[in-house]
């Protein structure tokens, strides 16, 4: 083959070398722009697994860059006066520069042409070859010249960072946070030989351009934070590399290749460097197109396979790295108000890469610690001593009021779609039975409705009758009597989403026969083929209104222990917070504050007549997933105002507004909105969104993301999901009496 090579940093040259080996007859040319000297950085950093998959690439170029790693397995965070050690993370560094050099000296050593000091931006006048490998980096020509087939995307984030060396090896990886007048600067070091370290610089814009550090020279940047983190530095100094103030662009494109062109590293993609290495991302990338190439002697197909197997794990990284910089361009939001030992768990776990669990296996007395500051926290906020040794952060108690949680788990208010005129049946009590003998410390009803003319579908639960408070009676009094459980009803009314077939019927659908009038905040059908709902007036809201009241009076009566408000999700009151199903110019519409104003009626209607000794909780959708839509900040905005009136906890979702939604699904992809509003409304929050593990439930915990955490579909799958989450940790719930000699018992299928 004959293949040119555009890039002459770690990912051309070490495609080159990979190919080359393995068919010495192709011919290889690598032009860069730069010099064999310009390294334009400090260190790189790699993982124990990524030097694996090195080492069986080729193993002389794995050998010669182990010989030259300095390796470290901790990370410290110093933290206001504090130093917090992880151990067992297993990472090396080695000098960028020195990097180079060997892939360099191999690359010759094989045969292929290095050619510096030429810039190239036009493939067409390279002649004829087989393949053309755009490796030119984050500012890619080749990429920018091919745009409209490649389709970049490329998101320029908010902070702004330097690219530093210094005099001082540190022994760990190192997290520096600090303030002055200017604002909070991070700083994330870590050593790549036995005399140097790398020393990024981090900000937000604000402070950077308070600093005076707009414009600014090297000199002038290196004299600045030289005076800043004097101490930390130890007399040792800082270098400069020709690095500039920048902010960092996280680059994505829909296409990697074009006819026989394609993108590698950098220029195909980015991933922020607090996650890691883009080097690790580009000799990873650099096997995979050679894997690929050798088993295809079709370029097209070779390039397809080369895609296919690489744009997952990338996409996966890049996941993990929006998380972790979008940590380090909120962290003011931590800053100062978490304590030492959650701040450091709330930064280690910021990607979702790392876990409670995964932490306590690399570092068991680290998590030790951390879970004993957490069993403190909650003895101190309920009252009930600290167990010792502590437990699992998911098994500390929690009181919200009078109310107290025996642990932090909560089943998810999930429709059943299984009652008959509004009434709650033997699959109910089932249902939530079971899963609070299942061990959880809260169980929610389905969203359960004030009104016949408030129901999604014939087959949803409510609480507007006397018969049906008795009927809910009946299953809280077994969920009291039989388990450690406490028991919560959802209200709620449908609004535009109501009078539709049981969901395995048809989601949505609008029934065919026996609908009943909806009404909504505007006159704005759900679906096209939906009912248009009537804009409702000041008499339709008194009587929503006092349906609530009435429904209130009946969950005391039925013995329920919470009352939750539906917000969310489209429904009834959630149609009056969304500017996408709120058109009204009445002073019910407009400003967030006018579009707050029946919801939060609705809500003082109901605390006036709940008891004071009972926690009031209200689901939120914090985000439409639509552009122009409700959005984080104002859900941040509209818990203030919950809280204000006497709301104790947000249950905090997403999305199901409109039907035009693009969510952005993942693991815990809702937990984000609940650690902000927790943070910035100063309110106690309950997580969900495709929560599943044990794991997960405790990092949500002991970072401080949320006080509850909520799951549903892992409940459906396994009603007793929590007793065998405390069975795998080593913590044993107490059983109820009929099963009281299970204590102790240690299954052996589990």
């Known amino acids: 083959m004959d293949i040119e090579v555009i890039g002459g940093g770690p990912a051309g040259l070490y495609f080159s070398i990979l190919m ?32 694996g998959n090195l080492a069986e ?16 397995d901790a990370i410290d965070i110093h933290y206001q006066g504090h130093l917090l050690r992880s151990k067992g993370h297993g990472f090396s560094g080695l000098s960028r520069r020195l990097l180079l050099n060997i892939l360099q000296r191999r690359a010759r050593a094989l045969g292929v042409e290095l050619v510096y000091h030429r810039e190239v931006d036009d493939v067409e006048a390279r002649g004829q070859t087989d393949l053309i490998l755009a490796a030119d980096g984050a500012n890619s020509l080749i990429r920018a010249r091919y745009a409209d087939a490649f389709r970049p995307h490329i998101d320029w984030r908010r902070n702004r960072f330097i690219w530093l060396g210094t005099t001082r090896p540190f022994e760990a990886f190192t ?89 590698m590293g950098d220029a195909a993609h980015t991933a922020h460097f607090s996650v890691g290495s883009g080097t690790k991302l580009a000799m990873e990338d650099a096997i995979a197109l050679s894997d690929a190439l050798t088993r295809h002697r079709d370029i097209t197909a070779a390039l397809e396979t080369y895609e296919a197997a690489r744009r997952g794990p990338v996409e996966s990284l890049q996941r993990a790295a929006q998380s972790s ?122 969203m359960t409705d004030i009104s016949r003319e408030g129901r999604i579908s014939p087959g949803c639960a409510g609480l507007y009758t006397e018969a049906q408070a008795a009927a809910w009676r009946r299953i809280t009094d077994f969920v009291h009597g039989a388990s450690g459980a406490k028991i919560g009803v959802q209200l709620a009314h449908a609004g535009r989403k109501g009078a ?35 804009p409702m007036d000041r008499r339709d809201m008194d009587e929503v209104r006092d349906d609530f ?11 329920f222990d919470v009352i939750e408000l539906h917000f969310a999700h489209g429904y009834l009151l959630a149609s009056f917070l969304s500017p996408l199903t709120n058109h009204r110019r009445d002073e019910y519409g407009g400003s967030l504050e006018n579009r707050l104003r029946f919801p939060l009626e609705v809500f003082d209607a109901v605390r006036t007549r709940w008891p004071e000794a009972r926690p009031m909780s209200v689901r939120l959708s914090a985000t439409d997933w639509v552009e122009g839509g409700f959005e984080v900040e104002d859900a941040v905005a509209v818990a203030k105002a919950l809280k204000e009136h006497g709301c104790d906890l947000v249950d905090v979702s997403a999305g199901q507004t409109v039907p035009e939604q693009k969510p952005r699904y993942g693991r815990l992809f809702q937990t984000p909105f609940a650690d902000r509003i927790r943070h910035e409304a100063g309110m106690a929050t309950m997580a969900v969104g495709a929560i599943s593990s044990y794991a997960d439930a405790n990092s949500i915990l002991i970072a401080g993301r949320a006080d509850l955490v909520v799951l549903a579909r892992a409940h459906l799958f396994d009603p007793y999901w929590t007793r065998h989450a405390a069975f795998e940790q080593g913590y044993e719930l107490a059983w109820p009496d009929p099963y009281g000699s299970l204590k102790g018992y240690r299954p052996r299928f589990i």
């Open 549 to 559: 009241v009435r429904a209130t009076d009946l969950a005391l009566a039925a013995g």
């Open 325 to 446: 910089l979008e940590w380090f361009e909120e962290t003011e939001r931590y800053f100062g108000k978490l304590a030492p030992e959650p701040f450091a768990a709330s930064l280690l776990t910021r990607s979702l890469r790392l876990t409670h669990q995964s932490l306590k296996t690399r570092d068991p007395a680290f998590v030790a610690t951390l879970d004993r500051w957490f069993a403190r926290e909650a003895a101190h906020q309920t009252g009930i001593a600290a167990e010792d040794p502590a437990p699992p952060p998911m098994f500390t108690p929690f009181r919200v009021r009078d109310l107290m949680l025996a642990n932090r788990i909560v089943v998810s208010a999930m429709c059943q779609y299984s009652a008959e005129e509004g009434m709650p049946n033997d699959w109910h009590l089932v249902h939530l039975g079971s899963r609070a003998v299942g061990g959880a410390g809260l169980v929610m009803t389905e």
């Open 500 to 534: 539709t077939k049981l969901i395995w019927e048809g989601m949505d659908e609008p029934l065919e026969s026996g609908a009943w009038p909806l009404i909504a905040a505007s006159p704005i059908p759900y679906l096209p083929e939906s009912q248009v709902p009537k």
């Open 175 to 263: 997290f520096f946070f600090k303030e002055n007048e200017h604002g909070l600067w991070r700083v994330h070091a870590y050593r790549f030989n036995d005399e140097l370290g790398t020393f990024i610089l981090e900000t937000t814009e604000a402070s950077w351009a308070k600093a005076g550090l707009e414009g600014a020279s090297e000199e002038a940047t290196i004299a600045y934070a030289e005076a800043l983190f004097a101490e930390e530095l130890g007399g040792h100094r800082l270098m400069k590399s020709r690095a500039l103030w920048r902010r960092f662009p996280t680059v994505r494109n829909e296409r990697w290749s074009h006819r026989n062109i394609v993108l």
């Open 57 to 72: 690439a080729d193993p002389e170029t794995y050998a010669e860059i182990v010989a030259n790693f300095a390796h470290w």
């Open 20 to 51: 080359k080996r393995r068919d010495p007859r192709t011919r290889l040319r690598v032009t860069e722009r730069n010099g064999p000297e310009d390294a334009f950085g400090w260190g790189v950093v790699f993982s124990d697994e990524t030097m």
